[in-house]
């Protein structure tokens, strides 16, 4: 229940075109939903970040929508670039708090390659 | 910027040494944890600390401990290591628990255990 299943592990896109990421969970208590991005040779950085009394966040060329009942979201990459091929990670926790500690549970990743 | 500095980017050691991975952030943050990253697994909780020699496992703690003696450092021991410990080793730093702070991360270790 503590999992979060990430798709598709790899992904190759041509520059311009839209990537998507989607990820999926069980856990309800669940209230934040992070998604990291990884170069090669880096540690991961935060990308984006949502929580479920939103349906959409945008920052950019970079888009999370989120369903709530379905308890999936997903990762809109548009224009896609050959700058944003890396390794991208989904995460979920809850809010600290009444015992919670608010680790982070990372999906499996998904490298992106965008094809000039 | 927050800096989170790995001591080591590529480590070689053999089965059965003991083995330290230090980690220092540089931001005053409460919280500091230790990951690692294998291909297909993403990234696992091994261990992490809220406080000064506090320290609460994570999802695969076997064959780990961790020290955490000053805020800003936080070491990972393999007490004995195994051939299946070899993997990217990933540390991370946040504010403080009483939110959800982006986690920072450090560049990593690779580790090599023959």
């Known amino acids: 229940q503590q999992q979060v299943k990430q798709s598709p592990q790899s992904l190759i896109v041509q520059k311009g075109g839209i990537s998507i990421i989607n990820c999926a969970y069980e856990?309800?208590?669940?209230?934040?939903f992070p998604w990291y991005q990884q170069f090669p040779g880096k540690g991961p950085a935060l990308l984006i970040a949502i929580r479920p009394d939103v349906s959409e966040k945008k920052e950019g060329r970079f888009t999370i929508s989120f369903n709530k009942s379905a308890k999936q979201f997903s990762l809109h990459i548009m224009d896609s670039q050959p700058g944003d091929s890396a390794t991208y990670f989904c995460a979920a926790s809850m809010f600290p708090g009444s015992g919670n500690t608010g680790k982070l549970i990372f999906g499996q990743g998904t490298t992106l390659q965008v094809k000039p | 910027d927050v800096k989170v500095t790995q001591s080591s980017r590529y480590l070689v050691k053999r089965t059965g040494e003991k083995v330290f991975l230090e980690c220092v952030q540089d931001?005053?943050?409460?919280?500091m944890f230790w990951y690692r990253q294998d291909p297909g697994l993403g990234l696992r909780l091994i261990y992490f600390s809220y406080d000064v020699k506090m320290k609460e496992k994570g999802d695969i703690p076997e064959g780990y401990s961790v020290s955490r003696e000053k805020k800003e450092r936080f070491s990972l021991i393999l007490e004995s290591a195994s051939t299946n410990q070899t993997s990217m080793y990933l540390c991370?730093?946040?504010?403080?628990?009483?939110?959800?702070?982006?986690?920072?991360f450090g560049d990593g270790t690779r580790l090599s255990i023959l």
């Open positions: 931001m005053d943050h409460e919280n």
């Open positions: 991370a730093s946040s504010l403080d628990r009483r939110s959800n702070q982006p986690q920072h």
């Open positions: 856990n309800t208590a669940f209230d934040y």
